[in-house]
């Protein structure tokens, strides 16, 4: 046993001894192998860059044996890049440093493959500093640059991943500011463009047919478009070309979802103007976003990119998945975000547009409730109408002669000649147009919600006015049949153009609502017209004519309706010669303001006329009609006050029954005549008291009705004294100048009685 473990020491001593033996032959041969076989390349160049030594491991990784290194320059075996750096940096720091550490170099292999390197180099100099040889280590570093790459494109995730937090919190804040359809959209290019660094951005909304009300017409063109609500940086050549391409295919385009289109040889082939459009707006690729809310498709968000190496999205293959998850993501957000922000806005612009629209009705009530007449009601509806409400104006009434186009109105100045042109064929030399006599027959609205150009040229009747229509641009038509008391009156006609857009629903019901305003008003004034026209017709009947020429005296006359109520009263005057170159003179005022006024009043004039062929004094007339009143059986009682005047002596003989004195313009003053009056006509009868006296040559005398001097905010005398006043500033104007002053300076445009006006002016 001893020896056995004697013997095994000895073979172990032995072994050790072997072992460090070779170890020193390794040491003793290290210098020449740790540079040949290290595991980095060695190599030695001259100042200029010529490489004179080179190790194999060198060689090895360049493919090349060391006869094809030798005599051949570092810079040459870099790539194009790295020759770059060479000449701009390593060298120029080697020569004034000495030395440079880990410089990142890319090195060409014998095969054209790139060896990524670290270079460390020193240049050894004799004792005067001049260069003698470079020394240089190269260290493969492809695990490294991958390291440092998969570094480098995590912090540029996390770096993206912020920016679209920051995007989409941004998005949120301020479209939660946003309260209409155009701030939405402002928002949401803007954003996006900044976001995705996109050289244009652009948001397109879908415009469909509106709901049909139940009860009403409509065009059978009604067809979705897309609308521009916000372009920027998008050229509109670009725009016109999508357009096209989703012409009538608009929901199946939006049902695609969220694509990239590429100016490649498919498009070419399918969509050349698109593709051209693309390549010449500098895009390699267009984004095509859809915007929603819930299930709806409101509209798409275009995003045009470049061949920036800086974009966002990166499309090299962009028919292959060229979006990121997180590109994705981010413009899925943002459709959805822009959807809901739309639908907000569009509900706050419903809002406040139906705010406007009562707010309309309500003006409208007011304003064509102060309407005159027709012609009053027809002009206030057409300033109600345009710009308002719509762009164009057309109003076709039903009169006893047939259809009449009596409104014709735009609401730009510049292009009323276009409306004009309508006006001018309209009734009643033709038939009414297409729009309004559809409403009339079938007693309903008539909306046309996108006329297209072959409807309108099948409607219109001749060239030119097919010519007009086309230059309004029309968008919208809506018709609505006037009706009141179950008499058709006419029709209303609006239109809008391109650049209002279209009718909504909502529109067209306040078009109705506006049409049955219209409607009431219409009636009341045509009734009020006919009453009009019936009271003149009664009144020329029941007013003597002109008076007639007298001789040595000028006569002006005088006679105003009141603007309320009919056109007739119980005011008269009359003016007749007597024998002997007398002048009778009678002026009156039958209680109330009516036609039974002015048939009481016609009645009086009559029976006047009649006393007058006895030429009884003034008294005796009134006795004599306050003592016939009963068996006259006149129902009201009246004032009037009655004269003679002997011509050539001036002498005048008056007496009133309840009527204001006459006024006496002498010489340039005025004085009421002290005439005592008895009782009005129709009252107990009591004795009348005649007032006698001059009338100087180049007087004039004033009689008048208390129409004149009456109001509701004063009594008769403050109005009597406002008349004397009056004709006192006016005392040198002939008889019509001084009844025309009068009238001007105590009526005013709006009178509650009627006025009857006499001045009688003997000649000097």
């Avoid at 491991?57 to 051949?72: K, M, S």
């Avoid at 260290?139 to 991943?161: M, N, Q």
């Avoid at 038509?477 to 857009?501: C, E, K, Q």
């Avoid at 009782?679 to 006698?692: D, F, I």
């Amino acid at each position: 046993m001893v020896v056995r473990a004697s013997r095994t020491a000895d073979s172990e001593r032995r072994r050790g001894d072997g072992d460090r033996a070779r170890l020193d032959q390794l040491l003793e041969d290290d210098p020449a192998d740790l540079y040949e076989n290290a595991p980095c390349g060695y190599l030695s160049t001259l100042p200029d860059g010529t490489i004179v030594k080179v190790n194999r491991t060198l060689c090895t990784w360049l493919g090349r044996p060391a006869d094809g290194v030798l005599r051949t320059r570092l810079r040459d075996l870099l790539s194009v890049g790295g020759q770059v750096f060479h000449d701009t940096h390593l060298a120029p720091l080697l020569r004034m440093q000495g030395a440079v550490r880990e410089v990142a170099l890319d090195v060409v292999r014998e095969d054209g493959s790139v060896l990524p390197c670290l270079v460390n180099a020193v240049e050894l100099r004799d004792p005067e500093g001049r260069p003698l040889m470079v020394r240089a280590t190269l260290f493969e570093a492809t695990a490294r640059r991958r390291y440092e790459r998969e570094i480098l494109a995590a912090h540029r995730a996390a770096e993206l991943s912020e920016t679209r937090s920051r995007t989409l919190q941004q998005v949120v804040v301020e479209l939660a500011g946003a309260t209409s359809v155009a701030d939405v959209a402002s928002v949401v290019v803007q954003q996006a463009r900044t976001a995705l660094r996109s050289r244009g951005a652009a948001l397109l909304l879908v415009t469909g047919a509106p709901v049909v009300p139940e009860g009403s017409a409509v065009g059978a063109m009604s067809r979705s478009e897309l609308v521009v609500a916000r372009c920027d940086g998008l050229p509109a050549a670009l725009l016109d070309q999508l357009a096209t391409a989703a012409d009538g295919r608009i929901a199946l385009e939006l049902a695609e979802g969220l694509r990239v289109v590429v100016p490649d040889e498919r498009l070419h082939g399918r969509r050349p103007e698109l593709a051209t459009a693309l390549e010449e707006a500098g895009l390699h690729a267009l984004a095509v976003v859809p915007v929603s809310a819930d299930v709806r498709r409101l509209g798409v968000l275009l995003l045009g990119l470049g061949s920036s190496d800086d974009d966002l999205i990166d499309l090299d293959e962009p028919r292959s998945g060229a979006l990121s998850d997180g590109d994705v993501d981010l413009l899925w957000t943002l459709g959805r975000q822009a959807g809901q922000a739309l639908e907000r806005a569009r509900l706050h612009e419903e809002t406040t547009r139906q705010a406007a629209r009562s707010a309309f009705l309500l003006d409208a009530a007011r304003l064509m409730a102060g309407a005159a007449g027709v012609g009053e009601t027809v002009d206030r509806l057409a300033e109600l109408a345009v710009p308002r409400l719509a762009d164009v104006c057309m109003l076709d009434l039903v009169t006893e002669h047939g259809a009449r186009r009596v409104v014709a109105r735009h609401g730009d100045p510049a292009r009323q000649h276009l409306v004009d042109t309508l006006l001018e064929w309209a009734p009643p030399a033709r038939e009414l147009p297409h729009p309004a006599r559809r409403a009339l027959a079938e007693g309903r609205t008539q909306w046309f919600s996108a006329p297209d150009d072959a409807w309108l040229a099948s409607v219109v009747r001749d060239p030119r006015e097919l010519a007009a229509v086309r230059a309004l641009e029309l968008a919208s038509i809506v018709s609505v049949p006037l009706i009141a008391d179950g008499r058709s009156l006419g029709a209303l006609t609006l239109s809008t153009d391109r650049h209002r857009g279209s009718f909504t629903a909502a529109d067209v019901e306040v078009v109705e609502q506006l049409a049955h305003q219209v409607s009431l008003v219409l009636s009341k004034a045509q009734r009020y017209e006919l009453e009009s026209r019936t009271s003149h017709t009664l009144q020329a009947t029941l007013l003597p004519p002109h008076p007639p020429a007298v001789p040595g005296m000028t006569v002006a006359v005088r006679y105003l309706a009141a603007t309320s109520g009919v056109e007739i009263g119980g005011d008269f005057y009359d003016v007749a010669t007597l024998p002997g170159e007398h002048v009778a003179i009678a002026v009156g005022d039958v209680v109330g303001h009516d036609i039974t006024a002015a048939a009481t009043m016609g009645q009086l004039r009559s029976v006047y006329r009649a006393l007058l062929v006895e030429a009884p004094a003034p008294s005796a007339v009134i006795e004599r009609l306050q003592a016939s009143w009963p068996l006259l059986g006149l129902q009201r009682m009246a004032t009037a006050l009655f004269a003679t005047l002997d011509l050539p002596t001036g002498l005048l003989h008056v007496a009133s029954a309840g009527h204001p004195p006459p006024l006496l313009i002498v010489d340039g003053r005025a004085e009421y005549l002290p005439v005592t009056p008895s009782r009005m006509l129709g009252a107990p009868p009591a004795p009348a008291v005649e007032w006698s006296g001059v009338v100087p040559a180049g007087a004039t005398l004033l009689l008048f009705t208390d129409g004149l001097v009456e109001s509701r905010t004063s009594d008769l005398d403050a109005g009597l004294a406002r008349l004397r006043a009056a004709a006192e500033r006016w005392a040198a104007a002939g008889a019509d100048e001084l009844c025309d002053r009068l009238l001007a300076e105590l009526a005013g445009p709006h009178r509650a009685d009627d006025i009857a006006l006499l001045a009688l002016t003997r000649d000097a």
